[in-house]
């Protein structure tokens, strides 16, 4: 429960004896910001300019009934209705139109902060800024650097750098805090020594303090404001969704050889469907939304012939149609494209082509989009899921049919999102799913998994393999419990790319995850694949590998229901961030301890195990949690641990005798 406590000029709350929110005259609550912003976007990427014409700290605070209160000064004021929610208390917020608003809430010593939707360079975001702004993730600046640059000479991107496709107004403490502003407004948090500081483009809706014993409890409380649907259909454990393009007879071709070759293929993405564009940076799709007939002839015959040996096949859509396309020309005709204020269609860019951006506040667009690109182009042909693409692109200067882009640019993916998710409960298939990369608030809701986005064809912390452990963390802890990543990474461009070994090790993580999915990259034919010589024999092996750790799988995906992520940092059982170890490694659900190995040409790692008692996944050999040690790391096995009393014992000694590397193999 809360109260609220009165202390000469101090106004605070407390939840369960913590202090949530103090307000005085010196360090008021709140505070009134006015302030002019404009917004330079490229590619997705935004460039902030602010210039700050009036602040007003609102010092004053009344009680305006029982469960009202007031903050003001000079003419200024803004009013909480306090309510008790799950583990602690809602404050719906009202405030003036025109103005920013600014928050403090307290800081304690010591405290780590994480969350703040996906964040890709640390998990620990005390001392970081960190914007509330869907953006494109990636820069084309670290592309270029890391293709012209020696490895030694190429500097990583520290976190203020870094863009996200996810950001979520939403955090939680190792101190058991958990902070929720419900908000769309572009904004930013500041996590200072002293205090936080949250301000945001207007007032928000409300906000939640709430507290927890664990980062358990903390999880249902989300959980109950936004509900989590998220799901994998069963055929997803029945092995990996393999990447494949370059039309209908390749897919079948490269398919078979790997199931004839004793891999476990659920899948196989080809998100070239709809045709191909080839441009400066590699091969990437031409969006319309339709089977290119010369690329793909026959595919409906190709799925039944896919279907027929367990093996579904998956497409790909985003919400925009590229301009030289007949989707594009029918689209703007009928009004259904975003457009600038003169009336002309806003075109985006996609490095060097323009497309424009299907109106998602438009119902006529919508339900077009539904019943003929998914429902008749899609789902008719026998597609039994897709990745989303995109949902983070929209100007903030467009016109729509209905509504301020400005306002709804953050929830556009969650818009893109419930688009594909009532396409498909209209349609009435409960074996589809997609996948997306952007989100805000309540993603959770619509999108039935998310992914990592794009990473570089590399190690780099900043955006190669490793930056998908501090993401899937962020995601965990802001309330979105499933998500994956691409194995091997996208972005490529002369030296960057990625060699067999890479490869190899993002599988061995895949495969310890819950769904396993590769990429060609956008330059596939400069970057190892599953098919290679050196790494079809490890791509057979993980696969079967993730297969028979779908028992365990689907206990993972049964906690997630609950908002329970699925990926959980070293750090979650014991909730003291000083606990942690090694920001790297991570829990799958709650009996296996996964180690990925980043470093090149490594044949064994070091890792500290959390509390209890570990078995070694490979060799059976037992260590105990809270010491360092040096385990053995070959190539196609990556250190992985389960509990000695876990309830999965047996499954996991089994798939590691009938799995683990022969001698050669190595």
């Given amino acids: 429960m809360y109260r609220i406590e009165r202390d000469g000029v101090r106004w605070a709350l407390t939840v369960d004896g913590v202090r949530v929110l103090s307000h005085?005259?010196?360090?008021?609550?709140?505070?009134?910001?006015?302030?002019?912003?404009?917004?330079?976007?490229?590619?997705?990427?935004?460039?902030?300019?602010?210039?700050?014409?009036?602040?007003?700290?609102?010092t004053?605070?009344?009680?305006?009934?029982?469960?009202?209160?007031?903050?003001?000064?000079?003419?200024?004021?803004a009013e909480a209705l306090l309510a008790p929610c799950e583990g602690g208390v809602r404050l719906a917020l009202a405030g003036e139109e025109g103005w920013a608003y600014e928050f403090r809430l307290p800081a304690e010593k010591g405290e780590a902060v994480f969350g703040g939707g996906e964040q890709y360079r640390k998990v620990n975001l005390r001392g970081e800024t960190v914007v509330n702004f869907v953006s494109e993730h990636i820069k084309a600046s670290a592309i270029l650097q890391k293709a012209v640059l020696p490895r030694a000479l190429y500097r990583e991107k520290p976190h203020r750098r870094i863009g996200s496709y996810a950001p979520m107004p939403v955090f939680v403490t190792d101190r058991g805090r958990l902070i929720l502003f419900e908000t769309s407004a572009d904004g930013t948090s500041r996590f200072g020594a002293r205090e936080y500081r949250f301000s945001f483009d207007r007032c928000p809706e409300a906000l939640t303090l709430a507290c927890g014993a664990d980062y358990r409890s903390l999880a249902r409380v989300l959980a109950a404001r936004f509900p989590n649907r998220q799901y994998l259909p069963d055929w997803c454990g029945d092995g990996m969704i393999l990447g494949i393009q370059g039309g209908t007879q390749t897919i079948l071709d490269k398919t078979f050889a790997m199931l004839d070759a004793g891999a476990a293929v659920c899948g196989v993405w080809s998100q070239d469907w709809s045709g191909e564009k080839r441009t400066v940076m590699g091969k990437q799709v031409r969006w319309n939304w339709e089977v290119d007939e010369t690329l793909y002839p026959g595919l409906a015959g190709a799925i039944e012939k896919l279907n027929a040996r367990g093996v579904r096949f998956l497409a790909y859509i985003n919400p925009y149609l590229v301009r030289d396309g007949r989707l594009y020309g029918l689209f703007k005709?009928?009004?259904?494209l975003i457009t600038r204020r003169s009336g002309e269609v806003y075109h985006i860019?996609?490095?060097?082509?323009?497309?424009?951006?299907?109106?998602?506040?438009?119902?006529?667009?919508?339900?077009?989009?539904?019943?003929v690109l998914i429902k008749r182009n899609m789902l008719d042909l026998g597609v039994s899921g897709w990745m989303a693409d995109f949902g983070e692109y929209l100007p903030v200067d467009c016109v729509l049919h209905e509504g301020e882009a400005r306002l709804?640019?953050?929830?556009?993916?969650?818009?893109?999102?419930?688009?594909?998710?009532?396409a498909i409960e209209e349609y009435g298939r409960d074996d589809v799913f997609f996948f997306t990369r952007s989100g805000y608030l309540g993603i959770q809701e619509y999108a039935p998994c998310l992914w990592n986005g794009d990473q570089h064809t590399d190690r780099t912390r900043d955006y190669g393999m490793p930056c998908v452990m501090p993401a899937s963390f962020s995601l965990g802890f802001s309330g979105v419990p499933m998500v994956h990543c691409d194995a091997g990474g996208f972005f490529s461009f002369g030296k960057l790319k990625r060699d067999g070994e890479l490869f190899v090790r993002w599988m061995e993580m895949c495969a310890f995850s819950l769904l396993m999915r590769s990429h060609e990259s956008i330059r596939p034919w400069a970057n190892a694949?599953?098919?290679?010589?050196?790494?079809?024999?490890?791509?057979?092996?993980?696969?079967?590998?993730?297969?028979?750790?779908r028992p365990y799988l689907e206990t993972c995906i049964r906690k997630a229901g609950e908002g329970i992520p699925a990926i959980r940092p070293d750090f979650y059982e014991e909730?003291?961030?000083?606990?942690?170890?090694?920001?790297?490694?991570?829990?799958?659900?709650?009996?296996?301890?996964v180690c990925p190995v980043l470093e090149r040409h490594a044949d064994k790692r070091r890792v500290f195990l959390p509390k209890g008692v570990w078995v070694h996944f490979w060799t059976g050999k037992v260590y105990a949690g809270g010491e360092r040690c040096t385990v053995p790391a070959p190539l196609g096995e990556t250190p992985v641990f389960y509990r000695a009393n876990g309830a999965h014992l047996e499954l996991f000694r089994e798939t590691a005798k009938q799995y683990r590397l022969k001698e050669g193999e190595q």
């Fill in 60 to 77: 004053q605070v009344e009680a305006v009934s029982e469960n009202v209160v007031a903050f003001s000064a000079a003419g200024h004021r």
């Fill in 333 to 336: 005709k009928k009004g259904w």
């Fill in 529 to 549: 694949q599953f098919d290679a010589p050196e790494v079809k024999p490890h791509t057979v092996r993980l696969t079967c590998v993730h297969r028979a750790l």
């Fill in 24 to 58: 005085t005259a010196e360090t008021p609550f709140v505070t009134a910001v006015r302030r002019e912003k404009t917004y330079r976007m490229v590619r997705g990427s935004v460039k902030e300019q602010v210039r700050e014409a009036e602040r007003v700290p609102l």
């Fill in 408 to 422: 709804l640019h953050n929830e556009w993916p969650v818009l893109w999102a419930k688009l594909n998710r009532e």
């Fill in 575 to 593: 909730m003291d961030f000083a606990a942690s170890r090694d920001p790297y490694s991570y829990f799958l659900g709650d009996e296996l301890y």
């Fill in 349 to 371: 860019k996609s490095t060097t082509f323009d497309a424009g951006m299907i109106d998602l506040t438009n119902p006529e667009a919508v339900r077009y989009t539904k019943d």
